[in-house]
């Protein structure tokens, strides 16, 4: 296997609060392969965001990165200096956030948002840079580019203006691009077609793709791998179709149980018991066993890394042979 083209090895965000420190990512490690699509998956504030964001310079004024370290190109971005980190970032990455609306320029024609990055980033004259605009847009299926190049965003629909910032991001021709969850905002039929845009964009261009997410199903649709996040922590990683499958961490396995099966209308949904922790002053030993049903006394104390399965795997729960036998028993309804 070659060398990933991402690798985030312990990475810790905290927050200073007058409560005490919080700390939203907590040693979180994962790697993505070049030309991979890694889903980073759960809760509304598991971390995934805030670990996206680390990743390309965008954390809040109040957080800072305490720890670890994000190899790009086998480059730490973390230890190298200002100059290098924006050079590394304006060439090596890009993002297509959740909201296009507010991430684009209301007052500034669209083509030349396009085009602001081939002339910063790649040199190109102010013409070459338009034409390239419009080249991009015509890549990522926007109909008549050259007229919709004069327009303002909210001239665009909410697919148009997201079709415009994935142009965006292919702007200045990065290896990596991280998305924030980018179809949230978008109705299904939008979604399906943005989501069709960014695999088939992958799969010609060879780019990389980080994608949050807190719906399975997009994972599913979009990744080739998974990292499942909860409490600032990843606990689970793997292929999409072997941990959507048969999933080795209590967390896993409530959320894809609590996934809607229309086959069985008559059934309850299931739900995963309990609240997230305050990650401020997070339980000790596993931070989801106040919320397992599988949990054990030597489940409270101690720490929980990641431990190495085979095929690739990793879960951080040290009883995940009795998670994989409860699958067995009751498969998850969702299926990848």
Do not use: W
């Amino acid at each position: 296997m070659s060398e990933p083209l991402l690798r985030v090895t312990d990475l810790q965000v905290e927050f200073q609060l007058a409560r005490g420190i919080l700390r939203a990512v907590d040693g979180a490690s994962f790697e993505v392969q070049p030309g991979e699509a890694l889903g980073l998956v759960g809760e509304s504030g598991s971390g995934k965001t805030m670990a996206l964001r680390a990743l390309v310079g965008l954390l809040p004024r109040t957080a800072r990165i305490a720890g670890g370290s994000i190899e790009i190109d086998g480059e730490d971005i973390v230890r190298a200096d200002e100059s290098r980190r924006r050079e590394l970032r304006g060439h090596s990455v890009s993002m297509i956030f959740q909201e296009p609306m507010t991430a684009l320029n209301p007052v500034m024609r669209v083509g030349d948002q396009i085009a602001e990055g081939p002339l910063v980033r790649l040199g190109l004259t102010r013409r070459r840079a338009r034409e390239r605009a419009v080249e991009l847009m015509r890549l990522v299926g926007i109909p008549d580019p050259l007229r919709r190049a004069e327009a303002y965003p909210h001239e665009l629909s909410g697919g148009l203006r997201q079709r415009v910032m994935i142009a965006i991001a292919l702007s200045s021709d990065p290896k990596l691009i991280l998305c924030d969850e980018p179809t949230t905002a978008l109705d299904v039929t939008i979604q399906d077609q943005i989501l069709k845009l960014l695999r088939s964009l992958q799969e010609r261009l060879g780019v990389t793709l980080v994608f949050v997410s807190h719906d399975l199903a997009v994972i599913a649709q979009t990744c080739s791998s998974v990292a499942v996040m909860y409490a600032g922590q990843v606990v689970e990683t793997g292929r999409v179709e072997a941990v959507f499958r048969e999933p080795r961490h209590p967390y896993t396995l409530g959320l894809l149980r609590s996934v809607p099966d229309f086959d069985l209308v008559h059934e309850r949904l299931s739900s995963i018991p309990g609240a997230p922790p305050d990650l401020a002053a997070p339980p000790p030993g596993c931070r989801f066993h106040p919320r397992c049903s599988f949990a054990r006394e030597d489940c409270i104390h101690g720490d929980f890394p990641l431990l190495q399965l085979e095929h690739a795997r990793a879960t951080a729960c040290i009883h995940h042979d009795v998670c994989a036998e409860d699958v067995r028993r009751e498969p998850v309804i969702a299926d990848a």
